[in-house]
């Protein structure tokens, strides 16, 4: 029996997720995520890999890429969220997602991407909705940057308006 089922997002509306078909437990290997070996140089040189549409490549180590952007990687349709209960993990040149925490029967499978905070992190908006969501697709470690930047400019519009009263 597949741990997951494919339906309908609730994370993005116009796509699909994987979804947990029984109640699974921390630590759990769910499903590998597949693709194409590719060099670094081959990543460089493509006009694939920039940050204008959807990019499923993971860093395997300083020599090699995997390009997950295929249709029978189901793995892809994973989607981010900033209280992810999946992470990848991976050994060697192979890359699968497992359970970070016990996942209910029925719950969207759900990783954070990674994201590096950087000069495009806006130009990818996160739709997780969680509670520690910072509104844009960017690795844990680097979210405080954005909430401290949130929480500047909330301060400076509380100034502006009080001001205006």
Known sequence: ??????????????????????????????????GKLITKKQTEESDKYDNSKPIYLFTINKKYDLDGDFPWNTAGLINHSCDN??????KGLKIWVKAIRDIKKGEEFTCDYGFGFDENYKQFPCKCKS???????????????INKKFAMSN???????????
Do not use: F, P, Q
């Not at 209960?85 to 991976?90: A, E, K, S, V």
């Open 85 to 90: 209960n999946c992470d990848y993990d991976g």
């Open 1 to 34: 029996m597949k741990l997951y089922r494919i339906h309908k997002s609730n994370i993005d509306k116009k796509g699909r997720g994987l979804y947990a078909t029984k109640d699974i437990k921390a630590g759990t290997k769910i499903i590998d995520y597949v």
């Open 131 to 145: 509670k520690n969501c910072c509104g844009y697709i960017v690795r844990a470690e680097s979210r405080w940057r």
């Open 155 to 165: 301060k400076k519009n509380l100034i502006k308006n009080s001001l205006k009263k």
